[in-house]
């Protein structure tokens, strides 16, 4: 099928271009097509914009093991009707994903039950680094430096030095050290409640595991990203990159601080925690000036009954990925950033950190993932109107400016007219390792 979309304000690798975008079968064959064009449809843009599908690095879909909280159907629906059209997967699952076996199994969950593309990272243990050096088709490593389920955690200095040293994917990590938080909590005793939380994980257990991985991948010369940066001292580290560190920052430590938790309560439990106003601004000011990269959401849903428990028996994790692109439009009204440097943030840079194949630009030859965003469009978020399956948001009652109203995945319409699609179906993200990732000056 071939699809004309017209009158659109595109965001071009280049900048800002009325130009009209031709669509055929999966993927772009012109940019500014001819006003002779024929099409099978034609979409009248006028008045919207049109960027790449956001890909969205670090999400937790719960599929399988946990999938009362979430699985890739619902969250890949979530992803639709948020114009993420690439999404990948963190490995603790139950079972996690530490093995080529597991991996296989989630492409094959995903390829019955996904309406938008996806991958999934390969989890680190202390001791399945055959798995690690074998494993292919994966966007990358992950390791747990500090606290997680079954047997992810890394601590152990032996350890994370041959993962860093024998293997050749990229690596990204959750940074809390393990001592820290643990001595934070045994100093605060029984009698603690959520605004405790950001005390037991606290910034200075991010620092320490933060300055930990980025030692190993500078010595190593091994390329790692730093998953959900939530201090401002992490931004400072992450100013000597030497081409091999990047970064990114998750909508909720960019929109919440401490502040926030008489308001919230534990729907703002996260690991990392969050943080201070002071971190906040840090982070925006480390996104524009290029320390950090990527704008990511760590979806992790769970019930709102789960929620509910009191601290410490809520657990941590917050649904964000349908509204994460709305927030950061809204972001663009209020001068935050430019409409253009949320399409880098969130589309572009993620596919070069990844070495993701054809994905994150509107460019000839690249893949027809597309959003079509009405940037004057107002609504607000409503927990009984979300896609995800635990049916409620941090953002309930939060009015924002600019949202998707279509999006596409391989040139097929995913989410349309306030409805996804469910009869479509994605697939599995392709890597090409040797380009080199975020540093290598690709075009």
Known sequence: ???????????????????????????????????????????????????????????????????????????????????????????????????????????????????????????????????????????????????STGDLLVDDQDALERIFAETTLPICAH????????GNAAALGDAVDVTDHSRIRSAEAALIATRRAIDLAHRHHHRFHVLHVSTAAEAALLADHRDVVTGEACVHHLEFSVDDYPRLGTRIQMNPSIKT????????????DGRLQVVATDHAPHTLDEKARPYPASPSGLPAVENSLALMLNAVHERACTLEQVVHWMCDAPARVWDIVGKGRIADGYDADLVLVD????????????????????????????????????GRTVFRDGRVCDDERGRPARYDHSLGGYWAGRA
């Open 1 to 147: 099928m071939r699809t004309l979309i017209k009158n659109a304000v595109c965001v071009l690798p280049d900048g800002l271009a009325s130009v009209d975008v031709l669509v055929d079968g999966e993927r772009i064959v012109s940019v500014d097509a001819p006003a002779t064009t024929v099409a099978d449809e034609i979409v009248d843009a006028s008045g919207l914009h049109l960027l790449p599908g956001v890909i969205d690095d670090q999400v937790h879909f719960r599929d399988p093991g946990l999938t009362h909280k979430e699985d890739l159907h619902t969250g890949s629906r979530a992803c639709a009707k948020g114009g993420v059209t690439t999404f990948l997967e963190m490995p603790n699952t139950v079972p996690a994903a530490t093995t080529r076996a597991a991996i296989d199994a989630k492409l094959a969950i995903a390829a019955e039950k996904s309406v938008v593309n996806y991958g999934f990272y390969i989890g680190a243990t202390a001791d399945n680094l055959d798995e690690l050096r074998a494993a292919d088709g994966v966007p990358g490593i992950k390791i747990f430096i500090g606290s």
């Open 375 to 410: 940037l004057a469009l107002e609504k607000t978020v409503r927990d009984a109107e979300q896609e995800t399956k635990s049916r409620w948001s941090p953002w309930d009652g939060a009015t924002l400016r600019g949202w998707p109203v279509r999006t596409w995945v391989l």
């Open 175 to 182: 940074c809390e050290d393990e001592t820290t938080v643990r």
């Open 277 to 288: 106003t002071d971190d906040v601004a840090a982070l925006w000011a480390a996104l524009r």
